[in-house]
């Protein structure tokens, strides 16, 4: 298997990538179509000793062809205001936040909404 594997289920948009490094799984995104114009980055996780080698940049990057190819004109998700390096990743890869929400989810963590317009 090479270093990267892809799997698309269908021929709609693909609803997960993943990144394989020694037919292991290190990381995955996962896309949700909320409507015909915008897609939601539901999940997306490198594995702790994988992080800060590009894979994350990789799994985005391929993501936003992914949505573009299908001409979805936005994708937007959730993150947490104190999730440096993951705010980091976004920002280079043009994501802007677009608000906050204060004490969300259960544990009361403060999340960012953030999205990028998509060039189709």
Known sequence: MNEQEFKTPTDKLV???SYFR???KIGFIKLKPINS???EL???NVKKKYRNAGI???LL???IKEIVKHNY???SLLCRADAKAALHLYEKNGFEIEGELKNHFKNEENMYVISKLLNI
Request: proline content about 0%; overall charge negative; hydrophobic content about 45%.
């Open 15 to 17: 609803s997960s990538i």
């Open 22 to 24: 020694e037919d292991k």
């Open 37 to 39: 114009w915008l897609v």
């Open 42 to 44: 539901e999940m997306f």
């Open 56 to 58: 994350g940049n990789i």
């Open 61 to 63: 990057q391929d993501a």
């Open 73 to 75: 004109g936005k994708i």
